[in-house]
């Protein structure tokens, strides 16, 4: 038999680490099938958005049932990205929008367009915001229409349980917030978020594929750590791929 559906919501084509490390859509989908993962969301970063577009495009043609394509949102001196943004959307049938903190300003007079985009083409914003509160509240209260998938409940790797509570809190004021498990480094927060938001406002993630130890192992790992939370099957379902799903529109 059968469990529920899987879908890892943060997995990239071309990551943000020094290397600028791609992996193509045959190792996605085979780390997948080795762990039992149904679904993934597929994004590059690192580049413009046209490239972002190309790369995803590609890798969704060969794999159409397994990946589900975001595009990654950089401001350009080339060509003006909304555009850009919209014809994934509303042509090639993107799902979401990928926004990084890193590469690109979370300053309303950069951002704000984007968001205000992803709200009236009715596809969430998987936004790292690399711990930057202050902006993920903004966004939030100036954009109730536009859901935003909050990656690594907040920062990457964070130890700082403090910061993290201020995002599950902030998540329990707009319900437009959602909180992304990748990266997290404290399960029990995951917990813990799953106990004051509800499940369907926490999403499953990878941000995979990672080489240490090696790729299928961590994909393991990670779904592993959500196991070991024993939230109760409809929860923990709903964590691993039903929210996404319906934030998404499938099922
Ligand atoms: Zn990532």
Known sequence: MRGPMIIDSHVHLKHGDTLRTEYDA??????????????????????????????????????????????YALPSYERPILEQIEWAVSTLGFKGIKIHAGECSLAEYVIDPVI??????????????????????RMAKAFPETKIIVAHMGKYLCIDER??????????????????????????????????????R?????????????VVTYARLELEKIRMLNLSPEDEAAVLGGSIARLLGYG
């Open 163 to 200: 910061l993290i509570d201020r995002f599950i809190t902030l998540a329990l004021t707009h319900h437009n917030l959602f909180l992304d498990v990748s990266g997290v480094v404290m399960p029990w927060k995951i917990q813990e978020a799953v106990q004051r938001l509800g499940a369907d």
């Open 202 to 214: 926490v999403i499953f993630g990878t941000d995979g594929p990672h080489g240490k130890p090696d």
């Open 26 to 71: 045959e190792t996605i989908v085979r780390v997948m099938e080795k762990v039992g993962i149904d679904k993934s969301v597929v994004f590059a970063m690192s580049t413009t958005t046209q490239r972002s577009i190309e790369m995803t495009r590609a890798a969704v043609e060969r794999f159409p049932d397994r990946l589900i394509p975001y595009v």
């Open 116 to 137: 205000d985009l992803a709200g009236r083409l009715g596809v969430p914003c998987l936004i790292d915001c690399m711990g930057r509160y202050d902006a993920i509240e």
